[in-house]
């Protein structure tokens, strides 16, 4: 892991990376959705973490530019017990875009690690730092920003028209079938070869 005894850490689940495809360092759209909530990566639920990596996915398979407020749009904040219960993500009145990664995700909290930059230099560490700014929050917060849907956010036209789009498709989406379309080359075809698949049943 490298750094010394002074380098920031942050805590993370093994599952986000084993089941969900996360990835370090984090995308700009994942470190945004941390920043806009105030709430460090360990903190949110992996099942809400599939929704996030799911979503991009989609956006991917979609060519749906990839929005933040278009994603708040179709879930709420539900925050768990405190001071330090796990945070979700539920569907909003718009509903939301996915089934759940996993009805009983049972064990998750017993397998995670501490990740710590090899580079101290905010200059040089990319997985912490942009700017010599903190990408997202590294340790477990209190104040966290709640939201339902995107009400108080401004949408541009094309996200408008990019919720129009994802909410006239069969929803709830399978999450895993959908994670499980990351490294096509053709995410699009195979998106629509699996749905048949699926509403024919």
């Not at 939301?96 to 560490?125: C, H, I, M, N």
């Not at 912490?128 to 477990?140: E, N, Q, S, V």
């Not at 939201?147 to 994802?166: C, Y």
């Amino acid at each position: 892991m490298g750094g010394t005894p002074n380098t920031p850490f942050f805590y993370i689940y093994q599952c986000f990376f084993r089941d969900l495809g996360v990835c370090l360092p984090f995308s700009q759209f994942e470190c945004d959705f941390l920043n806009f909530i105030n709430m460090a990566p360990c903190q949110l639920h992996p099942n809400s973490w599939g929704f996030l990596r799911a979503f991009q996915v989609l956006c991917s398979a979609l060519g749906i530019g990839l929005s933040l407020p278009v994603f708040l749009h179709f879930y709420q904040l539900k925050l768990g017990e405190p001071p330090l219960g796990w945070v979700s993500l539920n569907r909003s009145k718009a509903g939301g875009l996915f089934s759940l990664y996993s009805k009983s995700y049972k064990g998750f909290k017993q397998g995670f690690f501490r990740v710590r930059p090899k580079e101290a230099d905010p200059l040089v560490d990319e997985v912490f730092h942009f700017g010599r700014l903190p990408r997202f929050p590294l340790l477990w917060q209190q104040n966290l920003i709640k939201f339902n849907r995107s009400s108080n956010l401004q949408l541009s036209e094309s996200d408008t028209a990019a919720i129009a789009d994802l909410a006239a498709l069969p929803r709830p989406l399978d999450c895993k079938l959908v994670l499980s379309l990351a490294n096509l080359a053709d995410k699009e075809r195979g998106l629509e070869s699996e749905y048949l698949i699926i509403l024919s049943c």
